[in-house]
């Protein structure tokens, strides 16, 4: 049997930024499952790293040379899955960058703004796109936008609840990817892909410092979660691990 044959018996995903943290848990998560999972990152030292330690514990991953910034990258990564598997039955974005600080919105480097625009948002809507062929030829195809309590207006706006720093850039940008999540949903919600936006919580990983209170494997059950779902899941939500957030 072809690896191509192998692969198809298989669920197969694609997760963004997946070398390290909250990403790296969620391929080694739907791995487990018995997925075949591609490892995105742009970094090609890293991915292979992370190849190769899902592989050492016992999980069918690969790498994906993926840039999701960059068009070229994004339509050169959609290929090699279409070679490799056919199809596509998650695709988690997960891929995102604060955009540095400060972030003060009276005097940020608008820079950072576009920055954080450019891969929160116009990358996940790249990726999607290039990938939406692949996943309409799975039986039941999930796409999970990683998203953020911070891009919840209405708890940016619920006096004494402490919802992140002033940032600009990293908290809108997040609340764009909420609003261009349930613009998918309405524009698919009479096929089978379902797509739901997901918040990990305040996961200790290199984009905070490694501040945050939860584990990166703890950041990632909303997402393995919400990539598994099954035909009558939800679809255009917004998820954590104590169920919805409001927008």
């Not at 192998?6 to 930024?17: E, H, S, W």
């Not at 292979?48 to 016992?58: C, F, I, Q, Y």
């Not at 960058?97 to 950072?112: F, H």
């Not at 609340?175 to 892909?193: C, G, H, I, P, R």
């Amino acid at each position: 049997m072809s690896e191509k044959n192998i692969v198809n018996v298989k669920k197969v995903a694609l997760v963004t930024g997946a070398n390290k943290g909250i990403g790296y848990e969620i391929a080694a998560g739907l791995g487990a499952l018995g997925w075949s999972v591609g490892v995105g990152a742009r970094n090609e030292g890293r991915r292979e790293a992370a190849v190769e330690k899902l592989r050492a514990d016992g999980i069918d991953a690969f790498g994906v040379p993926l840039d999701v910034t960059d068009d070229a990258s994004v339509t050169a990564a959609a290929r090699l899955l279409e070679e490799r598997a056919g199809r596509l039955d998650a695709l988690v974005n997960n891929a995102g960058i604060t955009g540095g600080g400060p972030q003060e919105p009276t005097t940020v480097d608008v820079d950072r703004v576009r920055a954080a625009v450019e891969t929160n948002v116009i990358g996940v809507i790249r990726v999607t796109n290039a990938l939406l062929p692949l996943l309409r030829r799975s039986p039941s195809p999930r796409i999970v936008n990683v998203s953020s309590s911070v891009g919840s207006l209405t708890l940016q706006t619920t006096p004494g609840t402490e919802i992140g720093p002033i940032a600009v850039a990293y908290s809108p940008s997040k609340t764009f990817l909420n609003a261009v999540t349930v613009q998918y949903a309405k524009e698919l919600a009479d096929t089978n892909v379902l797509i739901n936006a997901v918040c990990p919580g305040y996961t200790a990983t290199d984009l905070n410092g490694f501040r945050g209170v939860r584990t990166p494997r703890q950041g990632a059950a909303s997402a393995i979660r919400l990539a598994t779902v099954p035909d009558d899941g939800p679809t255009g939500r917004f998820f954590d691990d104590e169920g919805e957030v409001p927008w």
